[in-house]
Nanobody
Framework: EVQLVESGGGLVQAGGSLRLSCAAS????????IGWFRQATGKKREGVSYITYSDRSARYSDSVKGRFTVSSDNAKNTFYLQMNNLKPEDSAVYYC???????????????????????WGSGTLVTVSS
């Protein structure tokens, strides 16, 4: 069974940092497109960051570029989202996700398709106080 388990969310003051982790089981993260989404209360889900399968390059949404860093550790079969200089508008439930098909992952990340990725984490809450 393929599964993703997130950890690392919590409450932090504006300007602070958090690192989210997403541990994979049942598949190798190096073989999948992997990344992060978030959904704030009353808002649509948005793509935050991802790593491609094809060349392991990273991409970020404009709202987090320069502040967040996505990475993966193949030895731990885990990927991460380092979030620095957090702002109140970063408050949301963060979800990690993965898909064997990179095109499908990217389309979902961009909001073009409906989001039926192969595996999703259950979400972790990040709250940034002002």
């Amino acid at each position: 069974e393929v599964q993703l388990v997130e950890s690392g969310g919590g409450l932090v003051q504006a300007g602070g940092s958090l690192r989210l982790s997403c541990a994979a089981s049942g598949f190798l993260v190096d073989d999948y497109a992997i990344g992060w989404f978030r959904q704030a209360t009353g808002k649509k889900r948005e793509g935050v960051s991802y790593i491609t399968y094809s060349d392991r390059s990273a991409r970020y949404s404009d709202s987090v570029k320069g502040r967040f860093t996505v990475s993966s550790d193949n030895a731990k079969n885990t990927f991460y989202l380092q979030m620095n200089n957090l702002k109140p508008e970063d408050s949301a439930v963060y979800y990690c996700a993965a898909d064997l098909h990179e095109g499908n992952f990217i389309a979902t990340w961009l909001g073009i398709s409906g989001g039926s990725l192969e595996v999703w984490g259950s979400g972790t809450l990040v709250t940034v106080s002002s």
